[in-house]
């Protein structure tokens, strides 16, 4: 049985980066391993108020901290085009050798639309995304590349700045199909805590497309990113929830929503209750370390934790000290 690796989550929706570069560097003293850092333009609501350049957050990261690190997640085919992430990424791990991962996505458009455009539909999304990663895949190679595609064009050339070995692209979904083709064609799979059940059949789905590619599923990491809200009382947790990601007890996709004033509008209809079974909201230490454990057991191997309130400090103390050495037991 291999060590469970639970990680912390950076959320630069919500806080300054120097604050989030802080966080990282006391959540790895504190037993976390590697840190996924939020790539968005803009907030989910106004309240959270941030949407720093994950890449210079990404590289100060890797000064600061030993950690794994990476995006989570990142979109190469709207605000991006494919060939500027496979540069990004391919830089950072040739600074950051064997602790750097890409973190891939099909985007939403709070944070693609900036650039204008058409925002299409999920299939054209994704559609889009495999496209990009297949780009992304050939520049990784060292090779001359070229491209003509349905959604990107890319003229003879190269990367010419290349880490010893490309780092791993894992892809965030939490849909079947394309954690199928995950199995197939990438290293990894990231997807939200949700359902025991739903990600339960999400990783079977993964694991089915790796097999289907002759590829050893024991190489390709499972990660989830947990969101919960830990508070010294449940009524402060409750508050931390409500008042700081109601999008969390949003039961719709939100992939097609292009305001954070458009969320804060709707975030006054959510109640408490919206967040039953999407996130934990608990003063006990216990029930997180439950939840968590829960996801272990399904075969994640990576768990990635937000606590939602401003209250990080706390948080990572007491869980540092109280949850992660009984995961690790």
């Known amino acids: 049985m291999t060590r469970p690796h639970i990680g912390f989550a950076a959320m630069l929706e919500q806080f300054h980066p120097t604050e989030i570069v802080r ?17 968005h333009f803009q907030p989910w609501v106004p309240q959270q108020g941030q949407a720093a350049f994950v890449w210079n957050v990404l590289a100060a990261l890797g000064e600061r901290t030993n950690a794994d690190i990476g995006p989570g997640v990142t979109c190469p085919s709207f605000r991006f085009h494919p060939a500027i992430v496979a540069q ?15 973190g891939l996505g099909s985007g939403e458009a709070l ?6 455009g058409y925002w299409p539909e999920a299939p054209a999304r994704l559609a889009r995304m495999w496209e990009a990663i297949e780009i992304i895949q050939k520049l990784f190679s060292g090779k001359d590349v070229k491209h003509t595609g349905p959604a990107f064009t890319l003229e003879t050339t190269r990367l010419w700045t290349l880490p010893a070995s490309p780092p791993p692209i894992y892809v965030a979904t939490a849909g079947p199909i394309t954690a199928k083709r995950c199995g ?5 799979i990231i997807t939200p805590g949700a359902a025991p059940e739903k990600v339960a059949g999400l990783f079977a789905d993964f694991e089915a497309g790796a ?3 002759g590829r050893d599923i024991s190489t390709l990491p499972k990660i989830v990113q947990l969101h919960l809200s830990w508070a010294p009382t449940d009524e402060e947790a409750t508050a931390n929830a409500l008042t700081e990601w109601p ?4 039961k719709f996709p939100k992939q097609d929503i292009r305001s954070p004033f458009d969320f804060e509008q709707m975030a006054k209809l959510v109640r408490p209750e919206d967040f039953e079974g999407r996130m934990r909201i608990s003063s006990a230490p216990d029930d997180h370390f439950k939840d968590i454990q829960t996801f272990l057991d399904l075969g994640a191997d990576r768990v990635y934790l937000h606590n939602v309130g401003r209250n990080q400090e706390e948080w990572i103390e007491v869980f540092g000290r109280e949850v992660l050495p009984g995961l690790r037991a």
Do not use: C
Not at 23 to 39: C, H, K, Y
Not at 247 to 250: F, K, P, S, T
């Open 111 to 116: 944070n693609e639309h900036i650039v204008g």
């Open 23 to 39: 966080q990282s560097a006391l959540a790895e003293q504190a037993g976390f391993e590697g840190v996924m850092a939020a790539d």
């Open 184 to 188: 197939k064609l990438v290293d990894g």
């Open 88 to 102: 990004a990424a391919a830089t950072m791990a040739a600074m950051y050798p064997g602790r750097f991962w890409l």
């Open 247 to 250: 999008n969390g007890g949003m």
């Open 211 to 213: 097999k289907e590619a």
